[in-house]
């Protein structure tokens, strides 16, 4: 595994005219190419660490795998000088991604849909029926959720620049945390995580991020079969349109003891 954080100097200013020169720790964000049966497929940007996990979610998320059983194995490339390049074998009789997939393009740490045609694709994609997961949440829940995600991010400790994605049981217990400098490749780190146990879909669990709510977070909850989407900051209208359409309950601004529940409030007992 790669190095996650990197030190470097910096000029540390303030307004009083103080200046001096300090280490800082700084999270690292590297190229990883993503391979399919030896044929790249593309390149995403992240912070090294759980790179299987990673690499499953986002085919998971590409509708490549639905399961375990779908990976024959994974490996990084030998002939690379460091591992930043990684070989998907997928089991007998799974079919290869399209070729609409092969990115010729990098994708960035910001980037989830751009491998996708358009956003009705995306809809169409629901392998689950979130909409009768008739898991039940109390505000209390999920009030304590952000404090224990931000209490599992060990690396946002030392640099103060990474996302989280927690998954999270109906009682608020912690099933799995991972970090990276991209909000969608925290995401599908976690669901990958699932994914390689034999855990999907997630039925009754909570999804946990620590930044905004966006689509692309959405549509990977919405495939991982994922009921509950929470986060400590504000939904897009997209995302609201696509959990409300999937069954999915949504909720943002979840900070202190207040929250907003955009769609799927029945799960929400008071």
């Not at 910096?10 to 030896?38: F, W, Y």
């Not at 399209?98 to 994708?107: H, I, M, Q």
């Not at 989830?112 to 039940?136: H, N, T």
Request: hydrophobic share 45%; net charge negative.
């Amino acid at each position: 595994m790669g190095r996650i954080t990197v030190r470097k100097p910096v000029l540390r200013l303030s307004t009083a005219g103080v200046r001096g020169q300090r280490p800082d720790t700084l999270a690292v964000e590297e190229p990883l190419e993503i391979r399919v049966g030896g044929r790249p497929l593309t390149i995403t940007m992240r912070t090294p660490g759980d790179d299987f996990d990673l690499v499953a979610g986002f085919l998971a998320a590409e509708g490549v795998i639905a399961g375990a059983a779908d990976l024959a194995g994974m490996r990084y490339c030998a002939d690379t000088h460091e591992q930043n390049t990684l070989d998907v074998v997928l089991a007998a009789g799974v079919r290869p991604p399209d070729t609409l997939l092969e990115r010729a393009f990098t994708t960035t740490s910001a980037c989830g849909v751009c491998g996708k045609a358009s956003i009705e694709a995306l809809r169409a994609d629901r392998p689950y029926d979130v909409a009768a997961d008739d898991v039940e949440l109390t505000p209390k829940v999920l009030a304590g959720l952000p404090d224990r995600l931000r209490e599992s991010q060990q690396v946002f400790d030392r640099t103060g620049g990474l996302h989280a994605a927690g998954l999270f049981d109906p009682a608020g217990g912690l099933l799995a945390v991972r970090e990276d400098v991209g909000r969608h490749n925290a995401v599908d780190k976690v669901v990958g995580w699932a994914l390689r146990a034999g855990l999907l879909p997630l039925t009754g669990r909570i999804l946990m991020v620590s930044g905004r709510a966006s689509f692309e977070l959405t549509q990977k909850a919405m495939l991982a079969g994922i009921p509950v989407l929470a986060a400590v900051s504000a939904p897009s209208s997209l995302a609201v349109e696509l959990a409300e359409d999937a069954g999915m309950t949504l909720i943002g601004f979840l900070r202190g003891e207040t929250m907003n529940v955009y769609t799927g409030a029945q799960r929400v007992t008071v």
